[in-house]
């Protein structure tokens, strides 16, 4: 393998973990790192490790980030021939990707048509159910009134019915019986007429208890697509992810071979250039497909500890225009990874975010462990942006022991001055739903005893007010003012 | 004497007291527990523990237990401060953290009940801050672009003269 690049430096436009992380491999390929970053961010590693930081500035810290003209003259400042954009901000901007291109600069990731494409639900949809991939089947009243009923009827149950114009929950009714669906369909109507003024209705399919298992896909300017296997991430709260793993367990080898090939056929089928996931909805059996996110994801360390590739860098040589450096069948699957987001929230009070100073920052070491963080001890965690702090990634030859060895790499993480999810995260990994790998994107709204934190008992209570008084200044002062013979006598009660 | 502490925001009482060699006895309930922290290893009564601690000011933050936790020192003068502080109805304070991300009035402004004093951006959905009567604003407290923490001091309006 070559290492000639056609530039020498490359600009991260993100920041935390993410930034870091860039950074780590364009340094290790021998190029240099420039990064871009907000004030609010002073202090942070991703910075200090950085060859050039350039400043940029917003009315708010994520509006910064979200000012390409000022990114692409940052990088044109830093003399960057690459900008990397991470996940979140620009990185599925078709505009920006566009705009970068057109500055002479090379985008890491995908083509703008691409970008466009998979960022329009709808074409991205019609898109793929062209060309002949299983998309939820669906039945739109619009599309010709008159045989809607038999359209409804041929989308198969369980289905959803929901009017055109709702939203809320309001007037969806799901029917599990096709003789009842005429009669389902006219009170949909009558309650979307009521709600909103408007009768119309769209009918799909619907999943109960669904999984979310997306593909990691690579795609490189020859017209060669590899799928690096899937990911499932049904275990979410809020509709964010929580928990990553691979392989996933609700899959057979055959249903792993057929989830991943139809996200490379989507992949070859759109030109696809570059790092993306093909997120699928998976329940009972059966896969569909949501959409295609058109960048690095959060989750892509879980992929890169089973197949042994660093993404960023596959995704750095895809973008000086090599060709990828493996074909299909030398793609390994070799034991488990789970992925465990540390975030700064509260689980107890329905996830809201907390902020507070890290005034202690421990992450855990050894074998099959790695910590992607992008936050040092002394930062401030505010709500400027997202609430993740780091991510735990472990690997194990099987899923038993990536479980075992997360329950002890997070027994040996330690934050302090800010409360995290950390101790939720070990009660479930604990958790029966967990070691049985039975979850769907409900699992923890179905769950909020895993949320709850427990009650103290007393031993602990004592330990902790003991740990409490023996540190805190005024309070260790007060009693070393008291000679030990006048506290002997019990004379503190005054 | 005992001291009020906060566990997670729950009232707890404890005494500390000397018991010679600069060791401590833990006065909670009607007990009295031998205790000691060395480094990392806090010992109770007969028992020791792997402990982290980071104090700031009067809180301790404390892992054991694979858990964290916020313990916080509470001086019998600070409870009656804080006790007259949520008294002054004149000051808006944030309902969670957040970010600002405009300000559009400043100290001096008339400002009429349900006018948009100040746009915060908390957990990723703006809120409007409104004034909650007719007033003058005495005092904005942060500016655009400065995050805040929950409980922060917003706005302040100059209170109503009596007439």
């Known amino acids: 393998m070559t290492l000639s690049f056609p530039f020498d430096t490359v600009l991260v436009a993100n920041r935390g973990e993410i930034a870091l992380r860039i950074l780590r491999t364009v340094r290790r390929l021998g190029l240099k790192g420039a990064i871009v970053y907000h004030a609010a961010d002073k202090g942070a590693p991703a910075i200090a490790a950085a060859d050039i930081a350039i400043e940029i500035k917003g009315v708010t810290p994520v509006a910064a980030f979200l000012d390409g003209a000022q990114i692409i003259a940052a990088a044109k400042a830093a003399g960057a021939g690459a900008i990397h954009p991470g996940y979140g901000f620009l990185s599925e901007n078709a505009g920006f990707a566009t705009m970068v291109a057109a500055a002479g600069i090379a985008f890491v990731g995908p083509l703008p048509d691409a970008i466009e494409l998979m960022g329009d639900k709808v074409r991205a949809r019609k898109f793929v159910a062209d060309r002949g991939f299983p998309v939820a089947p669906s039945a739109i009243e619009d599309d010709d009134p008159a045989t809607f009923n038999a359209r409804a009827r041929a989308v198969g149950t369980p289905l959803l019915i929901k009017p055109s114009a709702g939203g809320g ?326 | 004497m005992r001291h009020l502490f906060l566990i997670d925001e729950a009232e707890h009482e404890a005494g500390l007291a000397p018991a010679g060699d600069g060791l401590h006895h833990l006065l909670v309930g009607a007990d009295t527990l031998a205790v000691a922290l060395e480094g990392t290893q806090l010992v109770t009564g007969g028992r020791r523990d792997r402990v982290h601690v980071a104090v700031e000011g009067n809180v301790a933050h404390i892992h054991l237990d694979g858990r964290a936790f916020r313990v916080e020192f509470r001086e019998a003068m600070a409870r009656f401060a804080k006790a007259g502080a949520e008294g002054g109805a004149d000051t808006l304070v944030a309902p969670m953290p957040g970010s600002v991300v405009a300000v559009n009035v400043e100290a001096g402004a008339n400002v009429t009940a349900g006018q948009i004093m100040m746009v915060i951006e908390s957990m990723k959905l703006e809120t409007a801050i409104k004034a909650p009567r007719d007033g003058i604003v005495a005092t904005t407290h942060v500016a655009a672009g400065k995050t805040f923490n929950k409980g922060a001091a917003l706005i302040t309006l100059a209170p109503i003269e009596e007439a």
């Not at chain 1, 490189?220 to 275990?235: I, K, M, P, Q």
């Not at chain 1, 750095?316 to 699957?333: D, H, I, K, N, Y």
Request: proline share 5%; net charge negative.
């Open chain 1, 169 to 494: 929950g309001k007037g969806m009714r799901i029917v599990r019986d096709l003789a009842l669906l005429d009669e389902e369909i006219e009170r949909a109507r009558s309650e979307g007429q009521r709600y909103f003024g408007d009768g119309r209705l769209y009918v799909e399919r619907f999943v109960e208890n669904p999984r979310h298992i997306e593909v990691q896909v690579m795609g490189d300017a020859h017209g060669n697509v590899v799928h690096l296997w899937e990911r499932e991430c049904s275990v979410q709260r809020r509709f964010q992810k929580v928990v990553e793993e691979t392989p996933s367990p609700a899959l057979t080898p055959e249903q792993r071979r057929d989830i991943c090939e139809t996200a490379a056929g989507i992949a070859r089928a759109a030109h696809y250039r570059n790092a993306g996931t093909v997120e699928f909805i998976y329940g009972n059996g059966e896969f569909f497909f949501l959409e295609m996110n058109t960048r690095l994801q959060v989750e892509h360390p879980v992929t890169e500890e089973i197949t042994g590739l660093d993404l960023v860098e596959v995704q750095l040589r895809v973008a000086a225009g090599e060709a990828l450096p493996l074909t299909q069948g030398e793609v390994p699957s070799s034991g488990h990874a789970i992925e465990l987001r540390i975030y700064a929230e509260s689980p107890s009070r329905g996830f809201v975010p907390t902020t507070g100073r890290l005034l202690r920052l421990d992450w855990p070491e050894g074998p099959g462990i790695r910590v992607d963080a992008g936050i040092a001890a002394g930062q401030a965690v505010t709500t400027a942006f997202d609430p993740m702090l780091a991510k735990l990634i472990v690997h194990g030859a099987t899923r038993g022991e990536a479980i075992a060895r997360a329950r002890k790499a997070l027994a040996e993480t330690v934050v302090l001055g800010c409360e995290t999810n950390i101790a939720f995260l070990d009660r479930l990994l604990a958790d029966a739903v967990f070691a049985t790998g039975e979850v769907h994107t409900g699992t923890l709204d179905a769950r909020p005893d895993l949320a709850a934190e427990p009650a103290l008992d007393e031993g602990l209570r004592r330990r902790l007010l003991a740990a409490a008084a023996l540190s805190i200044r005024p309070v260790r002062d007060a009693a070393d003012r008291i000679p030990a013979l006048h506290a002997a006598m019990g004379g503190w009660r005054n």
